[in-house]
């Protein structure tokens, strides 16, 4: 027993948790950290051992994805971070609930909820402590805009959009695309300006009792003229209906056909992000765990970034998807189709593959940087912020991986690093290296894991969700009405959440948002800013962490000081995107 408590103390001190660390008097060596060889003392090989069998593959929770911890150390580990989370999150919502409470009661006092207008006072000086910036600037007032619905498609959900390619089968035709683009269907595709994002997959999924939800497929084009990206149509396949909707419909019909769009456009980035950086990079953790030593100095920068990293998916199983569930409340998908979809994109490769998810390499593969096909997309605003972001992480990246691996035999040598790459398998991660034998390999690993829990993660859920995907009234999460099957709605309000269903769903995203972390250590700026850790890694890294820090603050100040031009665009959107924003988003995966 005392062994255990030794061992369970030398894992949490290594991954304190900030929601209540555990402590103990034990302290750690502060000797450098160094990479593993075949001298290796005994004494690190026999701790390692010994974590190795403490540390085992468990079955995945929250939907069939990565194994989650559990062996004698793994186990308690894992448990200890849900427990702490659990709190700490129990205490958020029950703080949010008084914020929640005053909404309910403004929005009461003022009449109710009976035209779309009325959703901003949902916004107006409410959700003081859990919202208190509330929705990005313009997202209110411009959301009929199309360019906000199409630019949506380059900022807050990156992941889904391709351009479509010379020969691909085109899933449904726009009889007036020419009166629209300028172009016919066909002409936009053969010059390589039509994208689609297809969300027929959706439809498979049973609704709940009185919700409802479309599948929809949208098309989206780069303007010949202005060269602006924007949307062409959307089918929302309605079961029993093939209605194609365009700019061209009346007003009412195209935004519910826009609305129905964002919904199936926030339940697959929730299911993506589930899949994508949670189960990727804790498994990518696992293994490492199991691998390398606590003296290796990457298996610090891992517990640095994978802060309180077990926790998140039992929030996810417990508090969300669960029976009865927000889930299950407010979305016309019950929590297990949510488990469901996350498996379907988890093991069709999309969410989980590696290096094929690589930043750029995600991006070329859609068409959307590089392509060789069709003219370049004029603005791109995730790529734009996420470019700075991962160009900064690979920066340290490099500098680290340098001061440690003088060449590539020093790589080749580590037997720790080597035991990892091979544990990729029992491990099943998707889409590893398969070998590691260069520099460049290490740096892209670690750069990618670091890029998954911060902008990825940041992108698709945390803050992003009460600043922009989930607001009223443009992003429904659920339709209360049959959806149509016939144009001419008259009146959107039958569609829409109303007054209870409006507060549960600002209550549950504002659960994800954390406005106490602006400006504070938890940042990206701050990703590898923990002085007991650099002090065991010598000058180099040290310095490039300042750098690292010094640019993400530059940066973050730019993002800040984006306004709306003459043109009624901010950072060439009709609302201002900053989620990105270095000084704000968290380095870790946070929620
Ligand atoms: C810095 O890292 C050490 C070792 O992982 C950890 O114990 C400590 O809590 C971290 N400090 C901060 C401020 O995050
Ligand atoms: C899960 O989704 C698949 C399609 O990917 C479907 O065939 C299956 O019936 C679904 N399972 C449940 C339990 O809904
Ligand atoms: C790696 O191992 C080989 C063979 O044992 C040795 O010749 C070489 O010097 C080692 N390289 C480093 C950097 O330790
Ligand atoms: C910060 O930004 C300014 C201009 O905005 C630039 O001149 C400077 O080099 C940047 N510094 C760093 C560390 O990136
Ligand atoms: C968007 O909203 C902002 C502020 O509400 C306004 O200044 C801007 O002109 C709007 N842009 C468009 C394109 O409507
Ligand atoms: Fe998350």
């Known amino acids: 027993m005392p062994k255990m408590r030794y061992q369970l103390c030398f894992l949490l001190c290594a991954s304190s948790s900030a929601h209540g660390a555990v402590l103990s008097p034990w302290r750690r060596d502060m000797s450098h950290f160094s990479i593993g060889t075949s001298s290796s003392s005994s004494t690190r090989a026999s701790a390692l051992a010994e974590k190795r069998a403490g540390w085992e593959y468990g079955p995945s929770i929250a939907g069939n994805t990565a194994f989650y911890p559990a062996g004698s150390i793994g186990g308690p580990v894992a448990k200890a971070q849900g427990d702490s989370f659990e709190a700490f999150s129990d205490k958020l919502s029950a703080k949010n609930d008084e914020d929640a409470k005053a909404a309910q009661a403004s929005i009461v006092a003022a009449g109710g909820l009976n035209t779309l207008d009325d959703y901003a006072k949902l916004y107006n000086g409410l959700w003081k402590e859990s919202a208190p910036k509330g929705p990005y600037p313009g997202l209110l007032t411009n959301y009929t805009d199309d360019l906000l619905f199409s630019m949506a498609q380059l900022s807050d959900n990156p992941y889904k959009i391709v351009r479509v390619s010379k020969d691909a089968k ?46 929809c497929q949208a098309y989206f084009y780069i303007d010949p003229k202005s060269q602006n990206f924007l949307p062409l149509a959307i089918k929302p396949n309605v079961e029993g209906s093939d209605l194609v909707y365009t700019p061209r419909d009346s007003t009412n019909d195209w935004l519910l056909a826009k609305m129905m769009f964002n919904l199936n456009s926030f339940w697959y980035a929730q299911w993506y992000h589930l899949g994508a950086t949670h189960a990727v990079s804790e498994i990518v953790y696992l293994s490492a765990i199991r691998t390398l030593s606590e003296e290796h100095p990457v298996m610090a920068i891992l517990h640095r970034l994978m802060k309180d990293a077990w926790a998140f998916r039992v929030i996810g199983r417990d508090n969300l998807i669960n029976p009865g569930g927000p889930i299950d409340q407010l979305f016309p998908w019950a929590g297990s189709q949510a488990g469901n979809y996350t498996d379907s994109l988890y093991h069709s490769g999309e969410s989980s593959s590696f290096q094929a998810n690589y930043f750029e390499a995600n991006l070329k593969k859609r068409g959307l940087i590089d392509s060789s096909f069709g003219p370049e ?127 549960g769903q600002i209550s549950l995203v504002v659960d994800f948002n954390r406005p106490t972390f602006v400006n504070s250590g938890e940042t990206i700026s701050h990703m590898f800013d923990n002085t007991t850790i650099l002090a065991r890694m010598g000058k180099e890294v040290e310095k490039a962490e300042q750098d690292f820090r010094l640019a993400m603050k530059n940066y973050s100040a730019v993002i800040r000081d984006r306004r709306f031009g003459e043109d009624g665009l901010c950072g060439d959107m009709p609302y201002c995107w900053t989620t990105l924003d270095p000084d704000t988003a968290s380095y870790w995966l946070t929620i």
Do not use: C
Not at 184 to 196: I, N, Q
């Open 170 to 215: 085109l899933p449904f035709s726009v009889s007036n695309a020419d009166a629209i683009s300028g172009q016919t269907l066909e002409a936009l595709r053969s010059s390589g300006r039509l994208f689609l994002a297809d969300y027929l997959d959706q439809k498979y999924q049973p609704q709940s009792a009185g919700k409802y939800g479309a599948a």
């Open 377 to 503: 997309i004029k603005a791109f605003p995730f790529y734009r912020d996420a470019s700075v972001i991962h160009a900064a992480i690979r920066r340290f990246m490099t500098t680290f991986v340098e001061s440690y691996y003088k060449d590539t035999s020093a790589i080749v040598n580590d037997t720790e690093l080597q035991a990892w790459i091979h544990e990729a398998i029992p491990a099943q991660i998707v889409d590893f290296p398969s070998a590691l034998k260069d520099k460049q390999t290490l740096i892209d690993i670690l750069t990618h894991m670091a890029h998954l829990v911060s902008v990825v993660h940041g992108t698709l859920n945390t803050n992003a969700l009460a600043a922009s995907t989930g607001v009223l009234p443009f992003h429904p999460l659920a339709f209360y009405s049959p959806l149509p099957t016939a144009k001419g709605v008259t009146d959107i309000m039958p569609f829409m959440p109303q007054v209870e269903a409006a507060i």
